[in-house]
């Protein structure tokens, strides 16, 4: 039964490297080559809507504002770090427009990371509202996110 099982899975893994593409060891680690991901990341709904949600969080557990970010404009990305030998993690710098709910326009800087989280699968994105991280985390007019 055991060696059936084995043949079985074996078998399936082997059809399903014939159908999806292949990745080598060498795709994780750096192949020679900067590898890019998608460049419009800087505009995904899913982006913009991790922001608003957590800064809802954060402001409602730190800043007690009684703020929240109302929608996000003119997005852009500023530069990109791609991925190579001694870079594993892409980055990709962004900057856009919050309008806040009490109507003030502020600065909005992020920075997405891939491929990030268990096993280099997924992203990882911090983001900084001008004005409004009174502890200096990300520097003075939020600088390490620039």
């Not at 399903?16 to 795709?27: E, L, M, N, Q």
């Not at 800087?109 to 509202?129: H, K, L, T």
Request: glycine share 10%.
């Amino acid at each position: 039964m055991t060696r059936t099982l084995a043949a079985t899975l074996l078998i399936s893994l082997s059809l399903a490297g014939t159908v999806a593409p292949g990745a080598s060891a060498a795709d994780y680690i750096g192949s020679g080559q900067a590898r890019s991901y998608d460049a419009g990341g800087c505009s995904e709904a899913s982006v913009l809507g991790f922001i608003t949600s957590r800064f809802e969080y954060r402001d409602a557990n730190y800043l007690h504002a009684n703020l929240s970010i109302a929608e996000i404009r003119n997005t852009g990305q500023s530069r990109q770090e791609l991925r190579d030998e001694t870079h594993l993690v892409e980055r990709e710098y962004c900057r856009a427009t919050a309008v806040m709910t009490d109507g003030y326009q502020r600065s909005l800087f992020y920075v997405i990371e891939r491929p990030w989280g268990f096993a280099g699968v997924g992203r990882s994105i911090e983001f900084c509202v001008g004005g409004l991280d009174p502890w200096y985390i990300y520097g003075a007019h939020c600088a390490s996110l620039q």
